[in-house]
C-alpha cells in the first residue's frame, strides 16, 4: 500500500488559493476527500479565527475533533517555530494541549526541537522528525538520543527548482544515512514537488502532497483540491514505481 499523506494547507492564504482550506469545517471536509482518494494521514496547520498557524489548545482542539470526525486515518499538526517562535512558549503549548494528534512534526533544526520532541513523546503522541535541506538538521538527527524513538523522519525537500530538486533530495537521503532505523517520507515543495514525489516512488518511500506544498498540477494547470492532488499523487508515484 502506498502511504501518502496529504498536507492540507500550511502557511498558506486564501489569497494564494481559495481551495485551501481553513476553518475546522474546511479542513475536515477537505480531509475526508483525500483520504476518499487514497491519503492514508492528514497533516494539518490550525489556524486561529484570524488565519494565523497556532498551537494553542483552544484552537487545536476544534480542528482535531472535526476533522477525526470525518475520517479514520492518523492526524497530526506542525510545531514550527513561525506558530510561537519562543522556544520556552512553545513547549508550554504543547503541555497545554487537551486534545492530542496523533503525531506532530517538529523541525529538528529550530532551537527547543529536543525539548518539544520530548515532550511529545512523554505525552504518547509521535513524532515525524522534519529534516530540511539546506539546514543542519540532519547532523543535529544524527547525534539525538530521541533520533531511535521517533515515528519517521519527515525529509523536506526545499529547493523549488524542478530541474535540480531531484538532485537536493538524494543529497538529503546521503546526509539522512540510515536514519537510525526509522521509516523516511520524503517530499518536495512548490517547483520541487513532483520531481520529489516521483523520486519518492522510484525508491518505494512513503511521501506526500496537498495544498501546504504546491498549488499546482504536475502539468502545471492549478489544483482545484487536496482530494485532485492525492489522485495526480497517487498516479504519478505508481507510474514511476512501475517503472523503477
Known amino acids: 500500500m502506498v502511504q501518502v499523506q496529504v498536507c492540507l494547507n500550511g502557511r498558506r492564504s486564501a489569497a494564494e488559493s481559495a481551495a485551501v482550506p481553513l476553518s475546522p469545517q474546511e479542513l ?103 529534516i530540511w535541506s539546506g539546514t543542519d538538521g540532519a547532523a543535529r538527527f544524527a547525534a539525538s538520543p530521541l533520533a531511535p524513538r521517533v515515528l519517521r523522519v519527515l525529509a523536506e525537500v526545499t529547493d523549488p527548482d524542478p530541474a535540480t530538486a531531484e538532485a537536493s533530495a538524494r543529497a538529503l537521503l546521503t546526509e539522512l544515512g540510515t536514519a537510525h532505523g526509522r521509516p523516511v517520507l520524503l517530499h518536495g515543495e512548490e517547483g520541487g514537488t513532483w520531481p520529489v514525489l516521483r523520486l519518492a516512488g522510484r525508491l518505494g518511500l512513503a511521501t506526500r502532497i496537498g495544498l501546504e506544498d504546491t498549488l499546482l498540477l504536475p502539468d502545471g494547470g492549478r489544483a482545484a483540491s487536496n482530494a485532485q492532488l492525492v489522485a495526480e499523487g497517487l498516479a504519478q508515484y505508481r507510474s514511476f514505481q512501475r517503472s523503477s
Not at 475536515?28 to 479565527?49: C, D, I, L, Y
Not at 476533522?67 to 513547549?91: C, M, S
Open 28 to 130: 475536515a471536509r477537505s480531509a475526508a476527500e483525500a483520504v476518499e482518494t487514497g491519503a492514508t494521514s492528514v497533516h494539518v496547520h490550525p489556524r486561529s479565527p484570524c488565519g494565523h498557524d497556532s498551537l494553542s489548545p483552544r484552537v487545536l482542539a476544534p480542528t482535531l475533533e472535526a476533522i477525526r470526525a470525518r475520517v479514520p486515518v492518523p492526524v497530526g499538526v506542525t510545531t514550527g517555530a513561525w506558530a510561537e517562535p519562543d522556544p520556552a512558549a512553545r513547549l508550554a503549548r504543547v503541555r497545554s494541549w487537551s486534545a492530542l494528534p496523533d503525531f506532530a512534526s517538529v523541525n529538528w533544526h529550530e532551537r527547543g526541537a529536543e525539548e518539544v520532541a520530548a515532550a511529545l513523546l512523554d505525552r504518547g503522541v509521535g513524532v515525524e522528525a522534519g
